[in-house]
Protein backbone atom coordinates (compact mmCIF):
# COMPACT_ATOMS: atom_id res chain seq x y z
CA UNK A 1 0.00 0.00 0.00
CA UNK A 2 0.88 4.02 0.18
CA UNK A 3 2.91 4.85 2.35
CA UNK A 4 4.19 8.74 2.65
CA UNK A 5 7.06 9.97 4.45
CA UNK A 6 7.61 13.99 5.41
CA UNK A 7 10.12 16.11 6.85
CA UNK A 8 10.93 17.77 8.71
CA UNK A 9 9.25 16.93 11.50
CA UNK A 10 9.57 20.41 13.27
CA UNK A 11 10.58 23.63 11.54
CA UNK A 12 11.25 26.77 13.29
CA UNK A 13 11.88 29.87 11.14
CA UNK A 14 11.64 33.80 11.75
CA UNK A 15 8.75 35.44 10.48
CA UNK A 16 9.42 36.96 6.97
CA UNK A 17 11.59 33.50 5.44
CA UNK A 18 10.36 31.23 3.86
CA UNK A 19 9.36 27.23 5.17
CA UNK A 20 9.85 24.11 2.60
CA UNK A 21 7.95 20.94 3.68
CA UNK A 22 9.20 17.83 1.66
CA UNK A 23 7.14 14.39 0.97
CA UNK A 24 7.66 11.45 -0.67
CA UNK A 25 5.36 8.89 -1.54
CA UNK A 26 5.70 5.20 -2.43
CA UNK A 27 2.90 4.38 -4.18
CA UNK A 28 3.36 5.54 -8.65
CA UNK A 29 -0.38 5.41 -9.41
CA UNK A 30 -1.25 8.05 -6.59
CA UNK A 31 -2.26 10.69 -8.29
CA UNK A 32 -3.68 13.35 -6.21
CA UNK A 33 -1.36 15.46 -3.79
CA UNK A 34 -2.93 17.93 -1.17
CA UNK A 35 -1.62 19.44 1.88
CA UNK A 36 -3.69 19.97 5.15
CA UNK A 37 -3.10 22.76 8.06
CA UNK A 38 -4.26 21.70 11.66
CA UNK A 39 -4.22 24.32 13.99
CA UNK A 40 -4.68 23.66 18.05
CA UNK A 41 -8.19 22.15 18.86
CA UNK A 42 -9.48 22.01 14.66
CA UNK A 43 -9.72 19.58 12.47
CA UNK A 44 -7.51 20.02 9.38
CA UNK A 45 -8.46 22.27 6.56
CA UNK A 46 -7.01 21.92 2.93
CA UNK A 47 -4.84 24.51 1.62
CA UNK A 48 -3.57 23.44 -1.35
CA UNK A 49 -3.44 20.42 -3.70
CA UNK A 50 -2.06 19.01 -6.87
CA UNK A 51 -2.77 16.76 -9.25
CA UNK A 52 -0.50 14.52 -11.10
CA UNK A 53 -0.83 16.18 -14.70
CA UNK A 54 0.70 19.42 -13.53
CA UNK A 55 4.25 19.87 -11.66
CA UNK A 56 3.66 23.54 -9.94
CA UNK A 57 0.48 25.30 -8.25
CA UNK A 58 0.74 28.32 -6.69
CA UNK A 59 -1.49 30.59 -4.55
CA UNK A 60 -0.73 33.49 -2.52
CA UNK A 61 1.91 32.93 -0.64
CA UNK A 62 1.53 28.94 -0.86
CA UNK A 63 3.00 27.15 -3.32
CA UNK A 64 3.22 23.29 -3.93
CA UNK A 65 6.10 21.43 -6.60
CA UNK A 66 5.52 17.90 -7.86
CA UNK A 67 8.39 15.73 -9.02
CA UNK A 68 6.22 11.74 -10.27
CA UNK A 69 9.91 10.79 -11.16
CA UNK A 70 11.10 11.26 -8.44
CA UNK A 71 7.68 10.34 -6.22
CA UNK A 72 8.05 13.47 -3.99
CA UNK A 73 5.90 16.99 -3.88
CA UNK A 74 6.54 20.01 -1.38
CA UNK A 75 5.20 22.75 0.05
CA UNK A 76 6.61 26.45 -0.08
CA UNK A 77 5.32 29.12 2.25
CA UNK A 78 6.69 32.74 1.69
CA UNK A 79 6.71 35.61 3.76
CA UNK A 80 6.10 33.75 6.59
CA UNK A 81 3.65 34.99 9.10
CA UNK A 82 3.02 34.10 12.95
CA UNK A 83 -0.39 32.91 12.47
CA UNK A 84 1.31 30.09 9.60
CA UNK A 85 1.96 28.37 12.97
CA UNK A 86 0.44 25.37 12.99
CA UNK A 87 1.10 21.34 11.92
CA UNK A 88 0.95 20.58 8.34
CA UNK A 89 -0.16 17.30 6.74
CA UNK A 90 0.93 15.94 3.31
CA UNK A 91 -1.25 13.36 1.65
CA UNK A 92 -1.48 10.94 -1.47
CA UNK A 93 -3.93 8.98 -2.98
CA UNK A 94 -5.68 7.95 -6.02
CA UNK A 95 -8.87 9.24 -7.54
CA UNK A 96 -11.20 6.33 -8.58
CA UNK A 97 -14.12 5.67 -10.90
CA UNK A 98 -17.50 6.62 -10.61
CA UNK A 99 -18.41 3.31 -9.43
CA UNK A 100 -16.41 3.06 -6.69
CA UNK A 101 -15.72 6.70 -4.98
CA UNK A 102 -12.35 8.46 -4.35
CA UNK A 103 -10.13 5.91 -2.37
CA UNK A 104 -8.70 6.75 1.37
CA UNK A 105 -5.92 9.09 1.52
CA UNK A 106 -2.95 8.43 3.12
CA UNK A 107 -1.46 11.28 5.44
CA UNK A 108 2.49 12.01 6.51
CA UNK A 109 3.36 12.28 9.90
CA UNK A 110 2.97 16.00 10.01
CA UNK A 111 5.61 18.72 10.30
CA UNK A 112 5.34 21.19 13.48
CA UNK A 113 5.86 24.82 11.89
CA UNK A 114 6.73 27.56 14.51
CA UNK A 115 6.49 30.96 12.94
CA UNK A 116 8.39 33.37 15.53
CA UNK A 117 7.94 37.41 15.40
CA UNK B 1 -18.01 25.84 9.97
CA UNK B 2 -16.29 22.90 7.62
CA UNK B 3 -19.61 21.54 6.93
CA UNK B 4 -18.79 18.31 8.61
CA UNK B 5 -20.62 18.02 12.16
CA UNK B 6 -19.23 15.81 14.74
CA UNK B 7 -20.50 15.05 18.09
CA UNK B 8 -19.50 15.20 21.11
CA UNK B 9 -16.74 17.38 21.26
CA UNK B 10 -15.34 15.89 23.87
CA UNK B 11 -16.05 12.11 25.56
CA UNK B 12 -14.27 10.95 28.49
CA UNK B 13 -15.04 7.11 29.52
CA UNK B 14 -14.07 4.06 31.46
CA UNK B 15 -11.85 1.29 30.44
CA UNK B 16 -14.11 -1.38 29.71
CA UNK B 17 -16.70 1.01 28.11
CA UNK B 18 -18.53 1.57 24.83
CA UNK B 19 -18.99 4.35 22.97
CA UNK B 20 -20.23 5.49 20.13
CA UNK B 21 -19.08 9.10 18.02
CA UNK B 22 -21.15 10.26 15.44
CA UNK B 23 -20.24 12.47 11.64
CA UNK B 24 -22.84 14.00 9.65
CA UNK B 25 -21.26 14.82 6.40
CA UNK B 26 -21.06 17.82 4.49
CA UNK B 27 -24.24 17.66 2.47
CA UNK B 28 -24.32 16.32 -0.99
CA UNK B 29 -21.47 14.64 0.30
CA UNK B 30 -21.76 10.86 -0.34
CA UNK B 31 -18.43 9.42 1.02
CA UNK B 32 -17.60 9.51 5.09
CA UNK B 33 -13.87 8.62 6.11
CA UNK B 34 -12.85 7.86 9.61
CA UNK B 35 -9.25 8.59 10.73
CA UNK B 36 -7.71 8.59 14.30
CA UNK B 37 -4.81 10.96 15.71
CA UNK B 38 -2.99 9.60 19.11
CA UNK B 39 -1.19 12.42 20.71
CA UNK B 40 2.05 13.39 18.57
CA UNK B 41 1.12 11.23 15.86
CA UNK B 42 0.09 11.28 12.34
CA UNK B 43 -3.69 10.86 10.73
CA UNK B 44 -4.48 6.83 10.70
CA UNK B 45 -7.26 5.46 8.81
CA UNK B 46 -9.55 3.59 9.83
CA UNK B 47 -12.53 3.15 7.60
CA UNK B 48 -14.14 4.15 4.49
CA UNK B 49 -18.25 4.70 3.61
CA UNK B 50 -19.47 5.13 0.08
CA UNK B 51 -23.64 5.61 -0.07
CA UNK B 52 -23.68 3.61 3.10
CA UNK B 53 -21.55 0.64 1.98
CA UNK B 54 -17.91 -0.09 3.40
CA UNK B 55 -15.71 0.43 0.82
CA UNK B 56 -11.91 0.17 2.60
CA UNK B 57 -10.81 -1.01 6.00
CA UNK B 58 -7.24 0.42 7.28
CA UNK B 59 -5.90 -0.73 10.66
CA UNK B 60 -9.09 -0.15 12.68
CA UNK B 61 -9.44 -2.71 15.41
CA UNK B 62 -11.43 -5.35 15.74
CA UNK B 63 -13.24 -4.07 18.99
CA UNK B 64 -13.88 -1.15 16.77
CA UNK B 65 -17.26 -1.03 13.84
CA UNK B 66 -19.00 1.65 12.37
CA UNK B 67 -21.70 2.22 9.93
CA UNK B 68 -23.14 4.83 7.45
CA UNK B 69 -26.95 5.36 7.64
CA UNK B 70 -29.42 6.00 4.80
CA UNK B 71 -29.30 9.29 5.60
CA UNK B 72 -25.66 9.40 5.21
CA UNK B 73 -24.37 10.24 8.68
CA UNK B 74 -22.02 7.78 10.24
CA UNK B 75 -21.16 6.27 13.36
CA UNK B 76 -18.14 4.95 14.81
CA UNK B 77 -18.36 2.64 17.36
CA UNK B 78 -15.84 1.95 20.16
CA UNK B 79 -16.14 -1.09 22.22
CA UNK B 80 -14.00 -2.98 25.33
CA UNK B 81 -12.01 0.56 25.59
CA UNK B 82 -8.22 0.30 26.62
CA UNK B 83 -6.31 3.79 27.72
CA UNK B 84 -4.43 3.55 24.29
CA UNK B 85 -7.53 4.67 22.75
CA UNK B 86 -7.43 7.67 23.79
CA UNK B 87 -6.91 9.97 20.97
CA UNK B 88 -8.76 12.43 18.78
CA UNK B 89 -11.27 11.03 16.05
CA UNK B 90 -11.88 12.26 13.16
CA UNK B 91 -14.51 12.36 10.28
CA UNK B 92 -13.75 13.41 6.67
CA UNK B 93 -16.36 13.64 4.12
CA UNK B 94 -15.90 14.20 0.05
CA UNK B 95 -18.51 14.21 -2.97
CA UNK B 96 -16.98 10.44 -3.93
CA UNK B 97 -18.62 11.00 -7.03
CA UNK B 98 -16.99 14.01 -8.65
CA UNK B 99 -14.02 13.35 -9.61
CA UNK B 100 -12.89 16.87 -9.95
CA UNK B 101 -13.09 17.52 -5.91
CA UNK B 102 -11.07 14.73 -3.97
CA UNK B 103 -10.70 16.95 -1.24
CA UNK B 104 -11.70 16.14 2.19
CA UNK B 105 -13.59 18.15 4.19
CA UNK B 106 -12.96 17.34 7.90
CA UNK B 107 -15.02 17.57 10.82
CA UNK B 108 -13.71 19.34 14.02
CA UNK B 109 -13.10 15.94 15.95
CA UNK B 110 -14.26 14.28 19.11
CA UNK B 111 -11.68 13.84 21.47
CA UNK B 112 -11.57 10.76 23.85
CA UNK B 113 -10.03 10.39 26.48
CA UNK B 114 -10.21 6.65 28.29
CA UNK B 115 -9.54 6.59 32.38
Partial sequence: GENVEQH???LSVQEG??????CTYSDSASN????????????PQLIIDIRSNVGEKKDQRIAVTLNKTAKHFSLHIT???????????????KGSSMNTGFQKLVFGTGTRLLVSP | DSGVTQTPKHLITATGQRVTLRCSPRSGDLSVYWYQQSLDQGLQFLIQYYNGEERAKGNILERF???QFPDLHSELNLS?????????????????????SYG??????TRLTVV
Fill in chain 1, 8 to 10: PST
Fill in chain 1, 17 to 22: DSAVIK
Fill in chain 1, 32 to 43: YFPWYKQELGKG
Fill in chain 1, 79 to 93: ETQPEDSAVYFCAAG
Fill in chain 2, 65 to 67: SAQ
Fill in chain 2, 80 to 100: SLELGDSALYFCASTPGRDLS
Fill in chain 2, 104 to 109: YTFGSG
